[in-house]
Nanobody, 120 residues
Framework: QVQLVESGGGLVQPGGSLRLSCAGS????????MGWYRQAPGKERELVAG???????NYGRSVKGRVSISRDDAKNMLYLQMNSLKAEDTAVYYC??????????????WGQGTQVIVAS
């Protein structure tokens, strides 16, 4: 059993910052790729940022230059630092991880999401 739990969402004014966290727990041998996705009302889920096991990163076009993804493999943690937030960043943010299980199988897991609202 593996769980991903996001935290750090909330209401922030335009131009403000938030740091999201995602904590992995359970039968995790190692986590391969990780990423943050978001879904706004009426829109499809989209990639915000991804980070590979070697630390290389990629960012969605709409957030590039304003967000930074990082990970702490010793703690099975994933982070997303978001700066210069805009109203269009309002969405539910989800953590995703490709987890290597004790059986050596790989499986993708999602967190339950954390709401981010950018409004004055």
């Amino acid at each position: 059993q593996v769980q991903l739990v996001e935290s750090g969402g909330g209401l922030v004014q335009p131009g403000g910052s938030l740091r999201l966290s995602c904590a992995g727990s359970g039968s995790i041998v190692r986590i391969d790729n990780m990423g943050w996705y978001r879904q706004a009302p009426g829109k499809e889920r989209e990639l915000v940022a991804g980070i590979l096991s070697d630390g290389s990163t990629n960012y969605g076009r709409s957030v590039k230059g304003r967000v930074s993804i990082s990970r702490d493999d010793a703690k099975n943690m994933l982070y997303l630092q978001m700066n210069s937030l805009k109203a269009e960043d309002t969405a539910v943010y989800y953590c995703n991880a490709l987890v290597i299980l004790p059986s050596s199988f790989r499986r993708s897991y999602w967190g339950q999401g954390t709401q981010v609202i950018v409004a004055s």
